[in-house]
């Protein structure tokens, strides 16, 4: 893609009314722009962003069986009130239409999803079950202050397994736990696996947590063997009940949460089935959630400069930056350009992913500052000095490490 027909446009300071590190540095880069408090627009280079974290995600689920589908946000009120919901939701988003109806903004789905499964689920036959979704979501959150980390509305996939008793929910657990490590390694995400609540239904739930200040979570970790439990049901334990050494306190961003939730939902909605024995028994359920916007701000708290972005490769919205840095003089710059044109189009016939930074009037500094605040994984310099060899600067922005290479050499090894 062209940068002018990106109508790339970045800032040079951050807006003030933006304390948050991921939510200062996307939209000085153009990747996000925020609409009012907690409620953010996704521009091209941050909906590429989103689209290949989907990505990842939606494969991991469907290797685990998921059958992806598209649920409302529009949620009636006597649903919410079949599970005495509408009253205990804290941060439940209200709407009365102008026809006198009240409906809820779907934070989380269980109350579509439970009455939905009642038209699968006949008999044992039937099960497991699994359904996912990736969808907006909202919460009406009192303060939103930490950018993408908390916001008001959200991109989330959610997962509801269904199953026929305790030992098929538990091995499907595991299987969904193991799916979300992957996810995040993928991602190059590093995460710890927090024991948390898992209210009046589950010992305990999962949260997959990732260390760093900006987080909202306090969480107790053992550095020793990685036993990890979040804050609000850890209790005066200070030693590690694993291992006996000193727990840690932290702080950590959620990036996802997974739940048996067991009868919970099944029973308010009379979600059964006939056994093989042809007995009636209740379905019970797991669900399992993963923030996807909330992912994209944690990768920013996690990778980034004083510069600006630096994103993983995994979920970059390209892969090389193309710069031209011109000299003013016009025989140079020809060739400069000349060059520039053969490789773009070269990597775009390869489909490699190439931003082309061919915005006119634009100086060979502010090409170099914004190559940094967008973070592109590879660097691609084509001046004055590398175009005496028919060659140019390949610069990782991880690393900083530059390396001179010929034109011929770069796209033999895309
Ligand atoms: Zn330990």
Redesign the pocket.
């Known amino acids: 893609m062209k940068a002018s027909e990106l109508h790339l446009k970045t800032l040079k300071e951050a807006p003030k009314d933006e304390s948050a590190i991921n939510a200062q540095l996307l939209i000085r880069a153009g990747f996000i722009e925020k609409l009012t408090s907690g409620v953010y627009d996704f521009l091209p280079l941050g909906l590429r962003v989103i689209k290949k974290i989907e990505d990842i995600i939606r494969i991991e689920m469907n290797n685990l069986g998921g059958q992806e589908i598209l649920m409302a946000a529009l949620q009636p009120q006597k649903n919410w009130e079949q599970t005495t919901r509408w009253k205990t939701f804290n941060a439940l988003f209200k709407v009365k239409s102008q026809y006198e109806q009240w409906y809820a903004l779907g934070p989380t789905h269980e109350e579509v999803v439970t009455p939905l499964a009642k038209q699968y689920i006949l008999s044992y036959k039937d099960l497991p079950l699994s359904l996912y979704q990736i969808q907006t979501k909202f919460r009406d959150e009192p303060r939103p202050k930490s950018g993408l980390l908390r916001t008001r509305e959200f991109i989330m996939k959610d997962l509801y397994s269904f199953h026929r008793d305790e030992q098929d929910l538990d091995n499907y657990y595991e299987k969904v736990k193991k799916g979300y490590l992957k996810i995040y390694q993928t991602m190059s995400l590093p995460v710890i696996l927090v024991e948390a609540s898992g209210g009046t239904f589950s010992k305990y739930s999962h949260e997959f947590q990732v260390v760093a200040e900006a987080g909202e979570d306090t969480i107790y970790y053992?550095p020793?063997?990685?036993?990890a439990r979040n804050e609000e049901i850890i209790g005066d334990l200070k030693k590690?009940?694993?291992?006996?050494?000193q727990l840690e306190k932290v702080k950590g961003i959620e990036v996802g949460n997974i739940f048996k939730l067991k009868d919970k939902y099944a029973k308010p909605f009379d979600l059964k089935f006939i056994d093989a024995d042809g007995h009636e028994k209740i379905v019970l359920m797991g669900c399992y959630g993963l923030g996807i916007s909330r992912l994209m701000g944690a990768l920013v708290e996690m990778s980034h400069d004083s510069d600006g972005l630096i994103w993983p490769e995994t979920v970059t919205p390209f892969k090389y930056h193309l710069l031209p840095l011109l000299s003013g003089e016009a025989k140079i710059d020809k060739a400069i350009l000349k060059l520039s044109k053969t490789i773009y189009e070269k990597l775009i016939r390869q489909q490699a992913e190439v931003l082309y930074d061919d915005r006119v009037g634009v100086s060979s500094g502010e090409k170099l500052v914004d190559a940094d605040l967008l973070g592109i994984p590879y660097r691609l310099v084509i001046s004055p000095r590398t175009i005496r060899n028919n060659s140019l600067e390949i610069k990782n922005r991880k690393t900083g490490k530059t390396k001179t290479i010929t034109a011929a050499t770069l796209l033999k090894n895309i």
């Not at 590690?240 to 050494?245: D, I, L």
Request: charged share 10%; glycine share 18%.
């Open positions: 053992c020793h063997c990685g036993f590690c009940p694993k291992c006996g050494h």
